[in-house]
């Protein structure tokens, strides 16, 4: 497997495109975006699990169980059009077609996907005003304007791309993606654009795509909160065509995870206000699931977060976070706690007691911008991976500060 930093320009025959339509205020900040496939690209996706979803999450999940096949996804930043009644709709529908009719394709091969201020009315002028421009302007290297484009809080782009050969033939994929906080009810959201070039049907897709995403985005936490407009779209272009055996498979699902997983440290290290990456490890567990579990409830304690943020060795605070897991297999007398990073390593928990330590060295760990806690429940042979980030002061003033 090679990587490059080409994000969706590694893939041939994807055109895409950003321009500034004003959805944000600050006219040098691009707000309107346009992945396009001008051969079709079959498509599948996995949605937001809040049950308060927008217009787009709606739309999206009912023509992905109409249609397979797609040629283009319009995505808007700055609104996010969601809870802003019937006209949020009616304003989508007439966006969708006017995109259809620049592109001169069907409204049903169009996906569309927003992300900013919950509850905002979406005008349609901004669309009609630039909608022939932003045509106009696509291009096969426009990968990092996307990224950049649909950004809200983020502060840097995400983009990822690799390559694999895979029966005889070099694949390729490439990703963008953007998110820093999933922050109810006024803003954030986390949007990913993933491209493949070979052909698959779209039930394999989605199979993978879960797999992929349960991995990677569903083992990443910034503030414990999903989007009303969290997306992932896996799209397969056609260009390349391999043969669907379980070896190959097995392949193209590392491809996969391996991009998404990318994507989702890269959002962990973006975290709203965030200063310091934290990588958790459960190991020794039950099954794959009570370590996931085990893991995210670490990553979402507030308590947790903000020791390390202190760069506080404070164990007992994860121990604690392990004991409300909902875990029931956990004996509490044979965790094993460890912090480690560029610094060194200590171990301050042992067989579920204080172990002595170094605090000192401690805390030079912890101030290190990328930190591990490694958790062993010493119960069995199942382990899992969970990213997040530490809870600053800059959490509370970027929402309060935050406007499109």
Known sequence: MKYSNNGLQAVTNVQSTAIHAGFKQDASKNDLALIYFPNKATVAGVFTQNLVKAWPVLYGQHMLSQYSEFSAILINSGNANACNGDSGQTTMHKVIQLLANELDITPHEVLVSSTGVIGAPLEFKPFDDNMERLVESLQSDSSHSVATAIMTTDTVPKETAYSMDIDGQTVHIGAVAKGSGMIHPNLGTMLSYIVLDIACDQDTLYT?????????????????????????????????????????????????????????????????????????????????????AVGKAIATSNLVKTAIFGEDPNWGRIISAVGNSGVTSIIPEQIDILFESKFGSVQPCKHGAFNEFSQRLAKKILSAEDIEISVDLNLGGSQATVWTCDLTHDYIHINADYHT
């Open 208 to 292: 993978l795509l879960k797999k992929a995403v349960d991995l990677s985005f569903n083992s990443m936490t910034i503030d414990g909160d999903t989007s009303t407009n969290d997306t992932v779209f896996l799209c397969a272009t056609g260009e390349k065509t391999i043969a669907l055996s379980d070896e190959n498979l097995d392949h193209l699902q590392s491809l996969i995870t391996t991009v998404c997983a990318d994507l989702a440290k890269m959002m962990a290290q973006d975290g709203e206000g965030a200063s310091k990456s934290i990588t958790i490890k459960t190991l020794g567990a039950m099954s794959q699931q009570d370590a996931k």
